[in-house]
């Protein structure tokens, strides 16, 4: 698979932004040079075949998890823009955030973008990616490749990794709408309390399928309910 079908990996340093902004209270991306508002989020799509009981979970924990996670991710956007590691702690989620940040994964690793906002216009989907880079596999540069990672929270180390190719997959196919850009592998960074790690590299193919899979399911309800 072609990783940059415009520039060679290893020279690429950042993405332009594209035109999005993001309501952060509403959770709503509007596409400025129409005023567009679109009408899902990628988190909003996943949701929709979540059964009640899950939903209500969900929403009853929102306070728990809501907070540790806004916060470790905004630590991670902060430790890969820049921020020396040391100033992001002194919360009360250090014990999720030093793992993470202190992991060799980051050594190999070179950021694009974070927090990037993407959007499929036709669908009226918005979404924001955690982090795009490149991801040195060996000492050799022609083995780098350009990574789209997602950073999950879990509350306990007995909580186990979850599937999150269609969420990857989501933002992937707005990144190759919106910026003709294909990546070599996708990847989820989990954080618990006191350990940090990645999963496998997993198959963009297998992630865009899981997107459209749960798209598809997601559109065949709604005619259903109509």
Request: proline residues 6%; hydrophobic residues 40%.
């Amino acid at each position: 698979m072609m990783s940059m079908p415009l520039e060679n990996v290893n020279t690429v340093t950042a993405l332009e932004p594209l035109p999005i902004s993001f309501d952060e209270a509403a959770h709503a991306y509007t596409w400025k040079p129409t005023g567009q508002r679109l009408i899902y989020s990628v988190t909003e799509i996943l949701q929709c075949l979540k059964s009640p009981q899950v939903l209500k979970r969900i929403d009853e924990t929102k306070h728990v998890w809501g907070p540790r996670g806004t916060h470790v991710h905004w630590c991670l956007e902060q430790f890969l823009n820049g921020t020396p590691r040391e100033e992001l702690l002194g919360s009360d989620f250090d014990d999720w955030v030093k793992p993470l940040l202190w992991h060799p994964f980051w050594d190999h690793f070179r950021v694009i973008a974070t927090e990037y906002r993407v959007c499929d216009l036709r669908r009226s989907i918005g979404g924001s990616l955690d982090a795009l880079g490149v991801y040195s596999l060996t000492d050799d540069p022609k083995d780098d490749v350009l990574v789209l990672l997602d950073l999950k929270t879990l509350g306990s180390i007995h909580r186990s990794p979850y599937d999150v190719r269609p969420q990857l997959g989501g933002y992937l196919s707005m990144l190759i709408d919106q910026k003709k850009l294909l990546v070599d592998h996708c990847l989820v960074f989990w954080a618990w309390p006191g350990e940090a790690d990645h999963g496998d590299l997993l198959s963009p193919d297998e992630c865009l399928q899981a997107w459209e899979h749960t798209y598809e399911g997601v559109w065949m309800a709604e005619q259903e309910v109509l």
